[in-house]
């Protein structure tokens, strides 16, 4: 009887062992934020993770029609509709100008445009480079942080905010449950 047990136990525990490998990535931190038009109505949440192999961003949206959305984390995080200039500028630790194109460029808060179709929805996972959350020079800083999308797309070079034009979409970052 002893020698049955063993002989169906060890291969649960190898099997265990190797599960746990595989999915090795840890989150230590994430910020949720919930996104609004400018009358208020839902338009969709924004999730960014502090995760062992780097800080990446999740979003799931909708946008007013389909097209080509200029989208940026803001400096402060406060969003009053409807113009939501509450946000500030775009967050920009490093005193850049902006725009991944613009050889001063860019602000750390300077996203990919993201693309809605027919169905207006907008999906977009991104790792963010040279991310910090909290701290001083962090996102979540004494002022907070927002996520802005705009009513058109960004050019990637134009200072300050790449003639993305009005700010339609905004969400302010709190700090959320670690999962
Ligand atoms: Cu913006
Ligand atoms: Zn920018």
Not at 5 to 22: E, F, H, N, R
Request: proline share 6%.
């Amino acid at each position: 009887m002893r020698k049955f047990l063993l002989i169906l136990i060890i291969p649960v525990i190898a099997s265990c062992s190797t599960l746990k490998s595989t999915s090795a990535v840890e989150v230590s931190e994430v910020l949720t934020a919930d996104l609004a038009r400018a009358d208020g109505s839902w338009a969709g949440v924004a999730t960014i993770s502090q995760r062992s192999d780097g800080v990446f961003m999740s979003l799931s949206a909708e946008a007013p029609a389909a097209g080509t959305f200029g989208m940026h984390l803001h400096a402060v995080g406060k969003c009053q509709g409807p113009e939501f200039t509450s946000a500030g500028p775009h967050w920009n630790p490093d005193m850049k100008q902006h725009g991944r194109d613009n050889p001063m460029g860019a602000h750390g808060g300077d996203l990919p445009n993201v693309d809605a179709a027919g169905d207006r929805k907008i999906t977009l996972e991104y790792q963010l480079p040279n991310m910090k959350l909290s701290g001083p020079a962090g996102l979540l800083d004494a002022d907070g942080g927002a996520l802005i999308i705009h009513e058109k797309a960004d050019d990637y070079k134009t200072d300050p905010s790449g003639n993305s034009g009005k700010r339609i979409i905004c969400g302010v970052f709190k700090s959320g449950n670690k999962s």
